[in-house]
């Protein structure tokens, strides 16, 4: 019997074995399916943070793209780029104070601990320098967005555009005012109670030598004025502000009665100017009359009198080549005489009592020279009216 059970027990050992084994291989395959499913869940909440993250860095780059895009129409002009012609370029990157964006202005709150880069560069795709100041000039504004702790997470959006600037008085996509083209004359709601016999002359013959931005042509009493060589009165279209004609640039703001208040964003403007041109470019705050005679045909002036300094009397032998321009509305211009303006005089408001001895001769005023003494004719220089950026369709990248 011993010898019997000595192969029944052998049977149950290998049964035994086999059910270990089977229990193991059991085992192991749970183990891998069950890190294949941790593996997957982890990748699955990688893959939805870092399209979050994706989606964030997208919100960033283009909010900071139209961020950049108004802040260029203010500071085109001080850009330095890195060269004149197409290809040239500026980058926020190490522009210190002058950048539109910071790293810090970008810091997600929601998540609390994700921020995201920003940086903005300018490209040109026409030169600076072109021969014709009323060649269109080209941009390219492109904003990158980058995750801080992701830097493979980014997103780049860019777009094309034009650069022009507001002005009636210009060439309609001129880069750079440098040709400035008005009445002798040019008033905002009317002109009255003129006395004596002053003199105003049309750039040609038969042409507009009295100018209103705002209101009709029956608003303009000539009275004794003289409009010589055939000039007549014309309206604008449009009934723009005298700011907005003269410079491109809203007022500060408008009265009760619907009437613009100032043109303190021009007056910013070309305080600025002052700074770079202060032979050419006068912004006065006094109240004394004026008696200093400026410019010359191929250099012409800007003389802008403040709401502070009224309207100042030029008189006493004064000659003026230039653009002559009274902030306030309330001028009473009697006291004016032995005064002669070659370009353009311009009221806001409703000036009266223009008195006698006074020529105003419309002229076609060139600023090129502003231009070609800040280094080479770049036509973001001049500043005389602000800039305007125009989208071009289907320029829109994001990549």
């Given amino acids: ?38 593996s ?17 860095v997208y919100a960033v780059a283009t909010g900071g793209l139209n961020h950049a895009l108004a802040w260029f ?24 104070t002058t950048s539109p964006v910071t790293a810090t202005a970008y810091v997600d709150k929601s998540l609390g601990t994700d921020a995201y880069d920003l940086a903005i560069e300018y490209e040109l795709l026409s030169t600076l320098s072109a021969t014709d100041p009323s060649d269109p000039l080209l941009v390219r504004a492109r904003a990158t967005g980058r995750a801080e702790g992701d830097s493979h997470v980014q997103r780049t959006v860019s777009v094309d555009l034009l650069l022009t600037r507001k002005s009636v008085f210009s060439p309609l996509f001129a880069a750079a005012i440098d040709s400035f083209s008005a009445p002798a004359v040019l008033v905002e709601d009317g002109l009255s109670g003129i006395t004596g016999t002053p003199e105003a002359y049309p750039l040609v013959d038969d042409g507009i030598a009295i100018g209103i931005t705002r209101g009709g042509t029956a608003d303009v009493a000539t009275g004794n004025l003289s409009l010589e060589d055939g000039g007549k009165v014309g309206a604008l279209s449009g009934t723009p502000s005298l700011s907005e004609a003269v410079f491109g640039l809203s007022p500060s703001g408008y009265d009760g009665d619907g009437n613009p208040v100032g043109a303190n964003a021009a007056e910013q403007m070309l305080r600025a100017l002052a700074e770079r041109h202060p032979d050419a470019v006068k912004v006065v705050d006094s109240s004394a009359n004026w008696h ?7 250099e012409p002036v800007i003389v802008f ?18 653009l002559v321009y009274f902030e306030t509305r309330d001028c009473q211009a009697n006291g004016w005489g032995k005064a002669t303006i070659y370009g353009s005089v311009a009221f806001a408001g409703a000036p009266t009592k223009l008195s006698a001895n006074t020529e105003f001769h419309a002229r076609q005023l060139d600023f090129s020279y502003l231009a070609e003494a800040e280094g080479g004719g770049n036509r973001f220089a001049l500043g005389l009216a602000k800039a305007e950026l125009v989208r071009i369709p289907g320029s829109w990248r994001d990549f």
């Fill in 305 to 322: 009198f403040t709401e502070e300094a009224g309207c100042p009397k030029i008189n006493g032998n004064t000659t003026i080549h230039g």
């Fill in 73 to 96: 129409e203010e500071h085109a002009g001080s850009l330095a780029f890195s060269d004149d012609d197409a290809g040239g370029v500026w980058r926020s990157a190490g522009a210190g």
């Fill in 1 to 38: 019997m011993t010898a019997d059970r000595i192969p029944h027990r052998g049977a149950r050992r290998q049964g035994g074995a086999a059910v270990l084994t089977m229990t193991l291989i059991l085992l192991g395959l749970a183990t891998f399916g069950a890190l294949a499913v941790a």
């Fill in 292 to 298: 200093q005679s400026l410019g010359s045909a191929d």
């Fill in 40 to 56: 997957g869940t982890l990748s699955s909440h990688r893959g939805a943070g870092t399209d979050q993250r994706g989606k964030e």
